[in-house]
Nanobody, 124 residues
Framework: QLQLVESGGGSVQAGGSLRLSCVAS????????ITWSRQAPGKDREWVSC????????NYADSVKGRFTISRDHSKNAVYLQMDNLNPEDTGVYYC?????????????????WGQGTQVTVSS
């Protein structure tokens, strides 16, 4: 059964960087788009970025554009989220999810399986 495991979260100061990893238990996930989302305390979950199954297409929320970079490594069944120039508004639990589509630019669509999440805390 497919599972997703996130890692790489932690506590950093504003302006710092973190690299999140999402590793799938099966290579079948490599065919499908992956989305990173986050949920801040007291707020709804929002998508942050997504990448197509091939890795050739990506999309970013306006709030992270130019600061976050999504990538994937099929040999490792992994998707990464490089987060630079972090600010306190980036604080939250970050989740990865696999889509039922190879690509759809609306990153929050067709998500079928979620990981457990990793905490990111950015202090000012």
């Amino acid at each position: 059964q497919l599972q997703l495991v996130e890692s790489g979260g932690g506590s950093v100061q504003a302006g710092g960087s973190l690299r999140l990893s999402c590793v799938a238990s099966e290579s079948s996930s490599n065919y499908y788009a992956i989305t990173w989302s986050r949920q801040a305390p007291g707020k709804d979950r929002e998508w942050v970025s997504c990448i197509s199954g091939s890795g050739s297409s990506t999309n970013y929320a306006d709030s992270v554009k130019g600061r976050f970079t999504i990538s994937r490594d099929h040999s490792k069944n992994a998707v990464y989220l490089q987060m630079d120039n972090l600010n306190p508004e980036d604080t939250g639990v970050y989740y990865c999810a696999v889509s039922s589509a190879t690509w759809y630019p609306d990153c929050g669509t067709y998500l079928r399986l979620w990981g457990q999440g990793t905490q990111v805390t950015v202090s000012s």
